[in-house]
């Protein structure tokens, strides 16, 4: 896979990976590739030595124009990932069920992301049907003077 596809890194905690909702995951699989976006799934693959594993993602990452995050469990490896994004202006869509709110302030308030609480997958798939990953760019605004998410060339931060 180059950096030609239309490429989404689905990040989420590994640390209690036994626990992780896996069907969350396939939903996501699903989401993106009805938008013409190739997923990487670092959640879905098999277990590997820290070094390959740190490699192979950071090499998804440089390939990646958008990333959806699942926060509902906290997560070094996922804040790093959405740090990453931060540093190279790509867009994060960060899932929060609200049962397991609070998230951290400090992804909450990134410029770079939208955060989606949602109750259900049914109430999950309503929000994210409303958006379009071609539409998530990260912009300069010119209210607010900052390198800002945008959504149909709106700024999700003003």
């Not at 596809?5 to 689905?10: D, G, L, M």
Request: proline share 4%; net charge negative; hydrophobic share 35%.
């Amino acid at each position: 896979m180059n950096k030609e596809s239309k490429n989404v890194y689905i990040a989420c905690s590994m640390i209690k990976a036994q626990q992780l909702d896996f069907s969350l995951l396939d939903y996501l699989v699903e989401y993106t590739k009805k938008q013409n976006y190739q997923p990487f799934i670092p959640g879905k693959m098999d277990d590997a030595p820290s070094k390959v594993i740190f490699e192979r993602d950071m090499n998804w990452l440089k390939l990646s124009e958008k990333i959806i995050a699942d926060v509902n469990e906290p997560s070094h490896g996922v804040g790093m990932e959405i740090m990453y994004a931060y540093k190279h202006d790509i867009p994060v869509i960060c899932l929060l069920n609200k049962k397991n709110k609070p998230l951290s302030r400090m992804v909450e308030g990134s410029p770079h992301i939208i955060l989606i609480e949602y109750e259900s997958k049914e109430d999950l798939d309503v929000k994210l049907g409303e958006m379009s990953l071609d539409k998530l760019d990260i912009d300069l605004c010119t209210n607010c003077q900052e390198k800002t998410l945008h959504l149909n060339k709106q700024c999700l931060k003003c």
